[in-house]
């Protein structure tokens, strides 16, 4: 299975691979150069079997975080890179997940999605168990690859909290665990606009630049400045060019 496909899910308990899986171009991902550069060396580490760290990618949305998680498989697959999709329900089951993969000759990354955890949650505790390692070792051949909205991965702390600091603790000792943390600040304009007429020239779309720019700006008075939305906008513009023939 591992031969035949370079992405698989793990839910329920049992990991499904995927037929279909969403590559993104590493190159096309732009204005998060240092991040980029960080999590290919980090995963190249992996690849060589040398130390490397889990990876908390948070910020803004439509950044580029999930995206550049997922290009990691453009980069490195054929060097044998496998992604395993792990959903948060999950993570009382990540030992039988480690137990599948330690044998293993091909590295792992455990791709945590849009993760975030609300006060109390009991899965807090096993992923900071599981992460660290608790009476048994954690294979060598993978890393955690998280993507957050949220900084510490929980809501900061409410002003009427009776313990705070113990709340803070909390949060960080969670975070901590990843070695590495990298932020994605929102776009503005300028980069915006860069992104838009890069996918544009990618795709091949015949139209002249200021119409292009004019029709961006007016499609971010809704979507706003990111990646995603200039994708999206792309996307909405190439089948109106197309319909119109």
């Known amino acids: 299975m591992f031969e035949s496909y370079v992405a698989f899910r793990f839910k329920e308990g049992r990991l499904q691979p995927v037929k279909h899986p969403h590559i993104p171009d590493f190159d096309s991902l732009l204005h998060i150069d240092y991040q980029k550069e ?56 990540l030992s039988e997940l480690y137990d599948a993969l330690r044998e293993r000759e091909e590295k792992f990354i455990l791709f945590f ?43 900061e702390v409410q002003r009427d909290e009776k313990f705070p600091e113990e709340s803070h603790r909390e949060r960080v000792s969670l975070v901590e665990r990843f070695g590495i943390r990298l932020g994605f600040f929102a776009f503005g304009k300028e980069q915006y606009l860069s992104i838009v007429e890069s996918l544009a020239l990618r795709r091949g779309l015949n139209i002249d630049k200021k119409e292009l720019e004019s029709l961006a700006l007016q499609w971010a008075i809704n979507n706003g400045f990111s990646g995603r939305s200039a994708f999206q906008f792309i996307k909405d513009l190439e089948g109106m060019l197309k319909l119109k023939g």
């Not at 990618?57 to 997922?70: A, D, H």
Request: charged share 30%; hydrophobic share 40%; no cysteine.
């Open 38 to 93: 960080t999590l290919k060396r980090n995963t190249l580490q992996l690849i060589k079997g040398l130390p490397a760290n889990d990876v908390l990618l948070w910020g803004e949305r439509g950044t580029g975080k999930s995206s550049l998680v997922k290009s990691m498989l453009g980069l490195f697959a054929k060097e044998g890179l496998r992604i395993v999709q792990v959903y948060k329900m999950d993570i009382m089951h």
């Open 113 to 155: 999605d849009d993760l975030s955890f609300e006060p109390e949650d009991e899965n807090v505790r096993v992923l900071k168990s599981m992460m660290d390692g608790d009476v048994e070792e954690r294979p060598q051949n993978l890393v955690i690859y998280a993507t957050s909205n949220r900084r510490h991965l929980m809501p």
